[in-house]
Nanobody, 114 residues
């Protein structure tokens, strides 16, 4: 029923930028807070960012604050993550998730390497 599909991952040089997108369906997107979570190789899940249902409140992990920007387009049921000044430590599979982390996408790979 609920489906989340991440896209936009890829290989980028340190200091570069990448924009991730998450297409949502199967629920009223505008009613839910959304999240970005990532998992680096050999590491556990790390919360990255949160956005309220209307987009008026955003939250970021200290590790990405000032570099990443979360946003949403409720009319298009899409969630985005603009990633700037990327570091090798940002290499991970990035997932979008619905409020309460009860629904996840398949993830998209982000690799930051020279």
């Amino acid at each position: 029923q609920v489906q989340l599909m991440e896209s936009g991952g890829g290989l980028v040089k340190p200091g570069g930028s990448l924009r991730l997108s998450c297409a949502a369906s199967g629920f009223t997107f505008s009613n839910y807070w959304m999240y970005w979570v990532r998992q680096a190789p050999g590491k556990g899940l790390e919360w990255v960012s949160t956005i309220s249902n209307g987009g008026d409140f955003t939250f970021y992990a200290d590790s990405v604050k000032g570099r990443f920007t979360i946003s949403r387009d409720n009319a298009k049921s899409t969630l985005s993550l603009q990633m700037n000044s990327l570091k090798s430590e940002d290499t991970a599979v990035y997932y979008c998730a619905k409020e309460y982390y009860n629904n996840w996408g398949q993830g998209t790979q982000v690799t930051v390497s020279s």
